[in-house]
C-alpha cells in the first residue's frame, strides 16, 4: 500500500513557491550574481535593472511609485521599520500609539518597546468577530496619538478590517496610519494610494514567493511619511533600509506580485469555495464546532474552527497527514493559547480546543475532501478516548 501525500492546509505560516517565481530567480544566483549596488560594471547594472523591475511589480500590485517601495528582509522588519520608524521619528513627550490587541507579534513587541522608551499605546480590543473598527480607532485618539497600526487581515482568523475607513479617521487628524496587509496581499484588493493607506508592511512568503524577503510602502506625498531607520551603513533604499540587497528574493517577489496581480481574484474565488466546501463538510460530519472570525469580512482561503471536546494538539496528532496549525506559526512553539481567541472572549479550552485552516493556491477538492474526513475521524478518536477517561480528562 502507496502512502498517500501528506496535504498542506497552513497557507496563513507559509506557501510553496511557485515554479513560475523559482524559474524567474534561478538565474540570479548563478549567472546574474551582481551586487545591485555595485554601479560600475555591468554585473551590477543587470542586478539594479532587475530589482528596479521587481520594485515597479510590487508597486503595480499594490496601487503605489515604484520609489515608495522598501526592500526588506521580511514583514518582520517591515512591521518594525513602520511601527519603532514612524514612532520615534515623532517622539515627544507624552507620544501616545494605538494598535489592537490581536495584532501580529512583530507589531504587539515593538509597541512594547516603544512603552519602555516612554511612549503610551493603547490596545484596542477588538469586536466578537475580530474586527477593529473605525469608530474603535476614533474613540482612542488622543491629541498626543502620533501613530496607529491595525492589521488588513489577521494571520488566525482571517478578518478583514476596514482599514481604509481607519485611515480617513488618521488622515483627518495628521496622524500616520501603518497597516499590516502580509495576509492580505493578492487576496483581497489593496490600493495603498486610494485607500489613504501610509505605511503597509509586505511579504513574499504569503504570496507563493520565497522566504526571506518582504517590502514596505512608504508614502512619498500627501504627506510624506518620514521614519527613523532601523540599519545603517550604506544608504541603501533611499537610507530606510542599509544592507546588500536580496537579488534573486527580490526577483521572486516581483514575479509573484504580477501573477497575483492578473491572476488573484480568480484564485480567491476558487479557494474561498474550496473554503466553503470544508466547513460544509465538516460541520455535516461533526457536532459541536464553531468558526472564529468574520462570517463575510474573511480572507478566502482561512477557516478557523473550535471543536467542542477535542483539543487541537490532540486532534492533529491524530490526522498526521495533514498540515494545519492551532495559531500563528510564529508563536507555534509557545504553550500559550491564542492571544487572538482569547482577546476575542473565546475561554482558554475553547482557544486550545481551535484549529487554523489555511487553503491556497495548490489546494484541491480531492485534499479538501480527504482533509475533511480525516479531521472527522479524528475528532470522533479523541472525543472517545476523553469520554473513556471519564470527566477529569485533560
Known amino acids: 500500500m502507496t502512502h498517500k501525500r501528506p496535504i498542506y492546509l497552513d497557507y496563513h505560516a507559509t506557501t510553496p513557491v511557485d515554479p513560475r517565481v523559482f524559474e524567474a530567480m534561478r538565474p540570479y544566483f548563478t549567472e546574474h550574481f551582481g551586487n545591485a549596488a555595485s554601479v560600475s560594471h ?12 521587481a520594485r515597479e511589480a510590487v508597486a503595480r500590485l499594490v496601487g503605489a511609485n515604484p520609489r515608495e517601495i522598501v526592500f526588506t528582509s521580511g514583514a518582520t522588519e517591515a512591521d518594525n521599520l513602520a511601527v519603532l520608524g514612524a514612532a520615534r521619528a515623532r517622539q515627544a513627550p507624552g507620544a501616545h500609539v494605538v494598535t489592537s490587541a490581536i495584532e501580529h507579534r512583530a507589531v504587539l513587541d515593538p509597541c512594547r518597546r516603544l512603552e519602555i522608551e516612554g511612549f503610551s499605546v493603547t490596545y484596542l480590543m477588538p469586536d466578537a468577530h475580530g474586527l477593529t473598527s473605525a469608530a474603535a480607532v476614533a474613540g482612542a485618539l488622543t491629541p498626543e496619538t502620533v501613530l496607529v497600526s491595525v492589521m488588513a487581515a489577521n494571520n488566525e482568523i482571517g478578518t478583514l478590517n476596514p482599514v481604509g475607513e481607519i485611515a480617513r479617521v488618521c488622515k483627518e487628524r495628521g496622524i500616520v496610519f501603518h497597516t499590516d496587509a502580509v495576509q492580505a496581499l493578492g487576496k483581497v484588493p489593496l490600493d495603498v494610494h486610494g485607500m489613504g493607506l501610509d505605511l503597509v508592511s509586505l511579504s513574499a512568503h504569503k504570496l507563493c514567493g520565497p522566504k526571506g524577503v518582504g517590502a514596505l ?13 532601523l540599519f545603517f551603513g550604506g544608504g541603501h533604499e533611499r537610507g530606510l533600509r542599509s544592507g546588500t540587497l536580496d537579488v534573486p528574493g527580490i526577483v521572486g517577489f516581483g514575479a509573484a506580485a504580477d501573477i497575483a496581480r492578473t491572476e488573484g481574484q480568480a484564485e480567491s474565488r476558487r479557494v474561498a469555495a474550496l473554503r466553503d466546501r470544508l466547513w460544509e463538510r465538516l460541520t455535516g460530519h461533526a457536532h459541536g464546532l464553531s468558526r472564529n472570525g468574520h462570517p463575510s469580512l474573511c480572507l478566502p482561503g482561512n477557516l478557523n474552527v473550535t471543536i467542542a471536546g477535542a483539543p487541537a494538539d490532540a486532534v492533529m496528532s ?5 498540515a494545519v496549525s492551532s495559531g ?7 504553550a500559550k493559547p491564542s492571544h487572538v481567541l482569547l482577546a476575542l472572549g473565546r475561554t482558554r479550552a475553547e482557544a486550545e480546543a481551535s484549529i487554523r485552516f489555511g487553503l491556497g493556491r495548490f489546494t484541491t477538492e480531492e485534499e479538501v475532501d480527504r482533509a475533511s474526513d480525516d479531521i472527522v475521524r479524528a475528532v470522533a478518536k479523541v472525543r472517545a478516548e476523553r469520554k473513556a477517561q471519564g470527566p477529569n480528562a485533560p
Do not use: H, Y
Not at 555591468?42 to 523591475?53: I, L, Q
Open 318 to 322: 491524530n490526522a498526521r497527514d495533514l
Open 42 to 53: 555591468a554585473f551590477g547594472w543587470r542586478a539594479e535593472a532587475a530589482v528596479t523591475a
Open 328 to 334: 500563528s506559526a510564529c508563536t507555534s512553539a509557545s
Open 217 to 229: 510602502f512608504v508614502r512619498a506625498v500627501n504627506p510624506r511619511v518620514r521614519l527613523a531607520p
